[in-house]
């Protein structure tokens, strides 16, 4: 079983949408959770953490359940610029991080 | 803003050969990592480095690979005889925690 799972996409999305992406993750004892978009050949930019309270950064929501183990994102009013991959990333042991294999966003005018 | 840098930008090696991989962490930045990403596959994580050790290591980093902090600023990843399959992106990253991490551009490893 995989330790963390993203529906690969591509979700196609008109500017100005609403979109949102699930992340499941397989062990419970998960304890730090990120979202990083990365662009064609590029790194893995950070984009926000993940709080068990769920945290908002502009048109970016990020929400984590940790009874169903899955973390979401959602991203409001949608640009071009949105167009990437967004990657789910876990922490165990604290130092040890896992990715999913993203999920890909495009953005069309 | 300060920035994870990485040298070279493209590497490209004869099977069997010993390569270096070089990265330059953020200054204040206390624990360094590798990942390696495969054309079209997900980031994999090699390794955690913090207080002059390893603190993680996943299944892929086995005896052919090694990290070295060798002074105040750069941290390496050696691969001793890289094979075929070692062709793939390497990514430094660092982070001031063991949380957000911030990466640098990469080293794309070519193995003819």
């Known amino acids: 079983r995989k330790e963390v799972e993203q529906d690969p996409g591509p979700f196609n999305v008109p500017e100005g949408a609403t979109v949102a992406f699930n992340c499941t993750y397989s062990?419970?004892?998960?304890?730090?959770f990120f979202w990083y978009r990365q662009d064609c050949r590029k790194e893995p930019k950070l984009l926000m953490s993940?709080?068990?309270s769920g945290n908002e950064d502009g048109r970016f929501t990020a929400q984590l359940n940790r009874a169903s183990q899955y973390i979401s994102l959602l991203i409001r009013d949608s640009k071009l610029s949105d167009s990437a991959t967004y990657l789910c990333?876990?922490?165990?042991?604290?130092?040890?991080?896992?990715f999913g294999s993203g999920t890909k966003l495009n953005v069309k005018p | 803003e300060p920035e994870v840098t990485q040298t070279p930008s493209h590497q490209v090696t004869q099977m069997g050969q010993e390569v270096i991989l070089r990265c330059v962490p953020i200054?204040?930045?206390?624990?360094f990592y590798w990942y390696r990403q495969i054309l079209g596959q997900k980031v994999e994580f090699l390794v955690s480095?913090?207080?002059?050790?390893?603190?993680?290591k996943s299944e892929i980093f086995d005896d052919q690979f090694s990290v070295e902090r060798p002074d105040g600023s750069n941290f390496t990843l050696k691969i001793r005889s890289t094979k075929l399959e070692d062709s793939a992106m390497y990514f430094c990253?660092?982070?001031?925690?063991?949380?957000?991490?911030?990466f640098g551009p990469g080293t794309r490893l070519t193995v003819l």
């Open positions: 480095f913090y207080n002059n050790e390893i603190s993680e």
């Open positions: 993940v709080y068990s």
């Open positions: 990333v876990v922490t165990y042991n604290f130092n040890k991080f896992y």
């Open positions: 200054s204040n930045h206390l624990y």
């Open positions: 990253a660092s982070s001031v925690r063991d949380n957000e991490q911030f």
């Open positions: 062990n419970s004892a998960s304890q730090s």
